[in-house]
């Protein structure tokens, strides 16, 4: 598609249940990025994509959160047993692969529309 | 490890009068900065980003940034503010050890008609 799409654009959950949140990366960019948006907060880095390569999980805050990319394409990110410290905007962004540089070639990332996720 | 911060949370103009919008970086090396506007209910959007080719970077809706390697600085400027440029701006660095995107923690833009 055109642009990165995220769905479903809100979500409300009960406390302790699971929730899948999805991202459709923008066709041809190999690099697929999670970030959150707390109220009050400014933008967390939660897990990044590229290719095949092993994720970087460093920025999940903890096991309750996972991510997996199929394919190289969408990804689904899972929050199990939500608290309400998940509630937040979750932001998908992607980009063209790194060349052997280790630098995107145009820092093209595109970001989703995002998920809002509230936690009652 | 990088780091980005914005000096001012909130900062309220008049249209017609000059933006600035400021932002500090921390890096043992140049990096490569940005700056992305959010529009409420709206996606990020890109609005610049500098990559070391010149300091002085030109963005969409007038935007400009200038970067500063003495001052460590990346501020955004526009000559004139449109109501249409209210809206939340995130000064951003890449984070290339990482591979992600470092955010600062936000600057929202308030303009007075």
């Known amino acids: 598609g055109a642009g990165v799409s995220q769905s479903p654009s809100n979500k409300v959950t009960e406390k302790g249940k699971d929730v899948e949140l999805r991202c459709d990366p923008i066709?041809?960019?190999?690099?697929l990025y999670w970030y959150r948006q707390s109220l009050g907060q400014g933008l967390e880095f939660l897990i990044y994509?590229?290719?095949?390569?092993?994720?970087?999980k460093s920025g999940l805050p903890s096991d309750r959160f996972s991510a997996e990319r199929t394919g190289g394409s969408v990804s689904t990110l899972t929050i199990q047993r939500t608290q309400q410290e998940d509630s937040a905007v979750y932001l998908c962004?992607?980009?063209?692969?790194?060349?052997?540089?280790?630098?995107?070639?145009?820092?093209?990332?595109?970001f989703g529309s995002g998920t809002r996720l509230t936690v009652v | 490890a990088q780091s980005v911060t914005q000096l001012d949370s909130h900062v309220s103009v008049s249209e017609g009068t000059p933006v600035l919008l400021r932002c500090n970086y921390s890096s043992s090396y140049s990096p490569s900065l940005f700056w992305y506007v959010q529009h409420p209910n709206k996606g990020l959007q890109l609005l610049l980003k500098y990559t070391s080719a010149a300091t002085l970077v030109k963005g969409i809706n007038g935007f400009e940034a200038e970067f500063k390697k003495s001052e460590t600085s990346f501020h955004l400027t526009k000559p004139s503010a449109h109501m249409s440029d209210a809206a939340e701006y995130f000064c951003v660095s890449l984070d290339t050890g990482r591979r992600a995107l470092t955010f600062g923690s936000g600057t929202r833009l308030q303009v007075q008609p």
């Open positions: 066709s041809g960019h190999t690099a």
């Open positions: 994509f590229q290719g095949n390569s092993a994720p970087d």
């Open positions: 962004a992607s980009s063209l692969a790194l060349n052997p540089g280790g630098m995107s070639a145009n820092y093209g990332y595109t």
